[in-house]
């Protein structure tokens, strides 16, 4: 069983910055596609960034909405992913959730993954 635990959420300005934290405990693996996902009201969830790890590399995908703004980035050392949100504007505003699947080859959407943090709510003002 894997445990994800978001934080980093708050209320931020447009144009400003943020960086979201995802813990994770309990069952680690070397390969995986783990990430980053939203969800405005009354939206679906929608995928932000994620990362595939397979034995012989590491890859990032972006949203074509957040390329150049957001970066994703993960800590071995103590199993956190991170996603730093830069010039934020209000259409950015979600609770943003961070998920995980052990099959590093599994397609990066929602139904994909199999662990779900609780979300952390990101409201960005005009």
């Known amino acids: 069983q894997v445990q994800l635990v978001e934080s980093g959420g708050g209320l931020v300005q447009a144009g400003g910055s943020l960086r979201l934290s995802c813990a994770a405990s309990?069952?680690?693996?070397?390969?995986?596609?783990m990430g980053w996902f939203r969800q405005a009201p009354e939206k679906e969830r929608e995928f932000v960034a994620a990362l595939r790890r397979t034995v012989q590399s590491t890859s990032t995908y972006y949203a074509d909405s957040v390329k150049c703004r957001f970066t994703i980035s993960r800590a071995d050392v103590d199993n956190t992913m991170y996603l730093r949100m830069d010039n934020l504007s209000p259409a950015d505003t979600a609770v943003y959730y961070c998920?995980?699947?052990?099959?590093?080859?599994?397609?990066?959407?929602?139904?994909?993954?199999?662990?779900w943090g609780e979300g952390t709510l990101v409201p960005v003002s005009k």
């Open positions: 998920a995980t699947t052990l099959n590093h080859g599994a397609a990066i959407s929602p139904r994909s993954m199999d662990y």
């Open positions: 309990g069952h680690t693996f070397a390969t995986y596609v």
